[in-house]
């Protein structure tokens, strides 16, 4: 029987303990935090799962929660189709190809806090250029006021931030298919649209996958884009959990209720995010026997 060199994990070892240990010593902080009222210059009380109590009956999470859901949901169904399609009309070779992707990539290397700016000149009534073009078609934009105009502020901004994330992953997974696949549809006399169903969007499955809980997990941390844009408002429009968050831990010294409120919160995008998992893995297994099968 063969043996199998095991020496690489000599090397790798040392970067999971660290990896562990900067992952498991805040979160066991946040799990003793989350048991405990905590009040500046004042011992810690236990109070057992009392914060978590407190979060699930707290109308401002509920109302933060049902908002971020929905603003996740939205952008998945903007920037998922929308990168696709962005991928399909990129150039495949040459130094046009190198051109679109540099270009279509330099959104993602923006800070989050620059982004954050950007859109809030792009928006000023005075100088920016988004009121600028909405008062030619005589609407008053303002995002001060409006909780319309904010939220969908807001949107288009995480859509030009990170649509270039869904692109370039399925570009790459366009450029894995290989020419026979195409062939064959066309000797089948398949159309370009049953092409794309059949042949391309099952073998997009894996990159689009990735794509999709990057994306939803990363929407449901967004937080200063959103602070230097429009502060959560007006009223709590775009106001989301994070904003929430960071309020009772920062601006109310809430430690306890902070806490219980970040593990609720994670346990609700793991549980999502495996959610998706498994129902983009059964339906691209199922589309691709369906394709095996035409």
Same mark, same amino acid.
């Given at each position: 029987m063969k043996r199998v060199d095991q020496r690489a994990w000599l090397f790798l070892i040392p970067a999971l303990v660290v990896l562990s240990l900067n992952a498991f010593i805040p979160l066991m902080t946040v799990v003793n935090y989350s048991v405990q009222d905590i009040l500046?210059?004042?011992?810690?009380?236990?109070?057992?799962?009392?914060?978590?109590?407190?979060?699930?009956?707290?109308?401002?999470?509920?109302?933060?929660?049902?908002?971020?859901?929905?603003?996740?949901?939205?952008?998945?169904? %903007?920037?998922?189709? #929308?990168?696709?399609?962005?991928?399909? @009309?990129?150039?495949?070779?040459?130094w046009p190809a190198t051109a679109a992707l540099v270009t279509i990539g330099l959104p993602l290397l923006i800070p989050w806090n620059v982004v954050g700016i950007i859109w809030r000149v792009f928006t000023r009534s005075d100088i920016g250029i988004v009121p600028f073009l909405f008062d030619r078609f005589g609407y008053v934009y303002n995002i001060a006021n409006s909780p319309a105009d904010a939220y969908w502020t807001v949107v288009m901004m995480d859509v030009w931030h990170w649509t270039p994330l869904i692109a370039l992953l399925a570009y790459s997974g366009l450029n894995a298919i290989p020419d026979a696949f195409y062939q064959a549809a066309r000797i089948d006399g398949a159309t370009r649209w049953r092409t794309f169903w059949v042949v391309t969007l099952p073998r997009l499955r894996n990159v689009l996958t990735i794509g999709i809980l990057?994306?939803?997990?990363?929407?449901?941390?967004?937080? %200063?884009?959103?602070? #230097?844009?429009?502060?959560?408002?007006? @009223?709590?429009?775009?106001?989301?959990?994070?904003?929430?968050?960071?309020n009772r831990a920062v601006g109310g010294f809430e430690f306890g209720y902070a806490a219980a409120l970040s593990l609720i919160y994670f346990f609700i995008i793991i549980v999502i995010s495996y959610l998706f998992f498994l129902v983009l893995t059964n339906v691209g297994t199922s589309s691709q026997m369906q394709g095996g099968d035409a």
């Open positions: 500046p210059g004042l011992g810690a009380v236990w109070v057992g799962f009392d914060n978590f109590e407190n979060v699930l009956r707290d109308p401002s999470f509920r109302g933060a929660l049902t908002r971020q859901l929905g603003f996740s949901a939205l952008i998945l169904l %903007i920037q998922v189709p #929308l990168g696709i399609l962005v991928a399909l @009309g990129m150039p495949k070779k040459g990057l994306r939803f997990m990363d929407s449901f941390r967004i937080y %200063i884009e959103i602070s #230097l844009l429009t502060g959560g408002g007006p @009223g709590r429009t775009t106001a989301f959990v994070s904003d929430l968050l960071v």
